[in-house]
């Protein structure tokens, strides 16, 4: 009877495992690192607007040492910071969102500066959360700006 069980037992664990190196088809999933949100500055003509906080999610080079490039996610965040206060990332058209391109751009040049480069190979955005919507400056350009200053 005991016997029995056991070959049951190892059928049942070789019927249920699949075609041996099925799993090793499978891709893995990317490595990522997940930012906690940032507050970037809107600044239009020397004055602060609005700040918009962004939640990003970098992904990394699976060949990298993901558990030191996780750690350096305080450091992510504060280059985003000071590349913000150096340069606004502004949109002329919407002063409650940010200029993704070069938020993007700016981001991973200091993460190639930070872990070297090629380790971050990509940056999507996963929210992006105005402080003020009413309220704002007429944009500079797009639908929402005046033509002429005389048409109300």
């Known amino acids: 009877m005991r016997c029995a069980l056991i070959a049951l037992l190892f059928a049942a664990v070789s019927l249920g495992a699949g075609p041996a190196g099925a799993a090793d088809k499978e891709p893995l999933p990317a490595p990522t690192v997940l930012m906690?949100?940032?507050a970037l500055p809107i600044v239009v003509?020397?004055?602060l607007v609005n700040y918009v906080f962004v939640t990003l999610r970098l992904g990394l080079?699976?060949?990298?040492?993901?558990?030191?490039?996780?750690?350096?996610e305080p450091?992510?965040?504060?280059?985003?910071?000071?590349?913000?206060?150096r340069?606004?990332?502004?949109?002329?058209?919407?002063?409650?969102a940010i200029?993704?391109?070069k938020m993007k751009?700016?981001?991973?040049?200091?993460?190639?500066?930070?872990v070297g480069p090629g380790m971050v190979i990509s940056i999507q955005i996963i929210k992006e959360l105005p402080q003020h919507v009413?309220?704002?400056?007429?944009?500079k350009t797009g639908p929402m700006a005046r033509r002429n200053p005389e048409i109300f």
């Open 36 to 38: 906690s949100p940032v």
């Open 45 to 47: 003509d020397g004055r």
């Open 61 to 72: 080079l699976p060949t990298g040492d993901i558990p030191r490039l996780r750690a350096k």
């Open 75 to 85: 450091y992510f965040r504060d280059a985003l910071v000071r590349s913000a206060h």
């Open 87 to 96: 340069t606004p990332f502004v949109r002329n058209d919407n002063y409650a």
């Open 99 to 101: 200029d993704d391109a």
């Open 105 to 114: 751009a700016a981001l991973m040049q200091d993460c190639a500066a930070i």
């Open 134 to 139: 009413d309220g704002l400056p007429k944009p």
